[in-house]
């Protein structure tokens, strides 16, 4: 058992929508993604997904509409649902998802990210 500090696991890293394993609960990995830009329009099957704003605001782009999520703040995917995240300046998030979650669910891209890395 040891404290993470997220300043720290973000310092780590400039890349965005690459994310990074910083912790393990149960079946899920705890990541650390940046984000800026326009992400990609996905769902996923079976994976409910936790976006949990520690910096910068993300606007979380439905079908029927946007959720704005502002640091300090996290919004809750349910599985199945479309969503395409997007940040005008960059953003510094947490997610908390099943072990089995690609970055972009239904879609395979340039953007997929296969392999994980943990830091």
């Given at each position: 058992m040891?404290?993470v ?9 400039s ?5 990074r ?6 079946d ?26 520690t910096k910068?605001t ?7 509409r ?23 300046e ?9 072990k ?14 296969a ?5």
């Amino acid at each position: 058992m040891n404290t993470v500090n997220l300043r720290d696991k973000f310092a780590l890293f400039s890349d965005y929508a690459k994310p990074r394993i910083i912790g393990e609960v149960n079946d899920c990995h705890v990541k650390a993604v940046k984000l800026k830009g326009e992400f990609v329009w996905h769902h996923h099957d079976n994976e409910d997904e936790l976006f949990l704003v520690t910096k910068g605001t993300l606007r979380m782009q439905f079908r029927d509409r946007t959720e704005v999520i502002n640091e300090g703040e996290f919004l809750i995917v349910p599985h199945g649902v479309e969503h395409c995240p997007l940040a005008d300046e960059e953003v510094h998030i947490v997610l908390i998802e099943p072990k089995s979650t690609l970055n972009t669910g239904n879609i395979t891209n340039e953007r997929t990210v296969a392999q994980l890395e943990s830091i």
